[in-house]
């Protein structure tokens, strides 16, 4: 028995590397891309959403090319090739200064901040495939365990690299998280996975997978129109300096972390529903009272807060799609339901950099809050206990 686990905990430490590197580059670039873009740059608000919705749609395009590619060619060799893409990215906006470089390292990178630190804002494509791997490595009812621990571990080593940028310059944080990221790479040849290869087939669970898909179209869409602007926010609002805000990141990475752990005992006491219901409707008033407070403290707050709120069921959430998704169709149901979270977001990026760029900073939190009543409300509709069964 230990002869034949032995394989599977390798594969999990090494993807635990790989996580650690990757999400201390990822934490390091979520810093210095905005002032990169508004002050190196002296680019608007409304220049930096641009970039974002062209990441973020090449993010859904990748995800969803890397979901059927795990299916067929295989999970290692997809995983390989998303992870080699943020070093990549990161050099590119290392050696050129040009704007349209920049929109091309941000799509090859993925820099859509659509998620917090913890929940793998840089370099989206990779994650649905790490996710497919950790599911090959671990046991169902451990699940939620596994991958609470995983995004906590994302979390604070990307809040480690947000502090970190508060120490080097703009091109040096680029430069470094190119080799710090690139370092993660190296590990992933040596894991071991079973595959499935095969033909596409129907997908037999496309009843749960539409469900998961027009919730995370909702939650995508909810998180374009705010989260990549928060950093952005507090330069533009408080004038916040990038050592400063590096400092907030990071402890706002730490406690969105920490409240990762919270997952399995959630998950024990509250179930699926009620745990997505209670902590992501609080996290929503907070996030609409945000703009409105114009008290420095208290924003910080709620950006510390806020993203833990908001993330800390995504454990949850994540173990419960695995759980009802048949495994030699998980990379396409992981890869539908990111690009749909994805293209979402574009749309609400897109539009939130509209408004900001015309001094409208409210608008977007205020459509934050009415998106997610309905993301909650289909949470209840769809996996509640009158319609948990497909």
Known sequence: MDTELRPKRRGIYLIVISRITRSIAAGMINIAFPYYILVDLHQSAGTIGLIYVAATLATAVLSFLAGIMTDVW???????????LLPVSSLL????????????????????????????????????????????????????????????????????????????????????????????????????????????????TKATIGKFTLTGILNGFSQG????????????IYNVPKSQMAEYAFISGVVGSVALLAAPALEKYFGFVKSMVWTRGIGTILFVAFPIIQFLPLAVFIYVFGPALRIMALPIQQAELTRRVDGDEMGRALGVNQVARLAASSAGTGLAGYLMDSALFEIPFFAYGAVMVANIYLYIRFFGKKHSTD
């Open 74 to 84: 295989g999970k290692r060799g997809t995983l390989i090739i998303t992870s080699v």
């Open 93 to 204: 906006v290392f050696y050129s200064s040009s704007l349209w470089m920049v929109f091309l390292a941000a799509m090859i990178g993925g820099y859509s901040a659509t998620g917090s630190l913890a929940g793998g804002g840089i370099g989206g494509a990779v994650q649905p495939i790490q996710n497919t791997v950790l599911v090959d490595l671990t046991p169902s009812e451990k699940r939620t365990k596994y991958f609470s621990f995983f995004t906590f571990l994302s979390g604070v080593t990307a809040a480690l690299g947000a502090l970190l940028a508060k120490v080097f310059s703009i091109q040096e944080i680029f430069l470094i998280a190119t080799v710090i990221a690139a370092v993660g790479v190296i590990a992933l040849p040596f894991i071991a996975v079973t595959e499935s290869k095969g033909k596409l087939r129907v997908l037999k």
């Open 225 to 236: 129109l705010i989260v990549p602007f928060l950093v952005p926010f507090f330069l533009l």
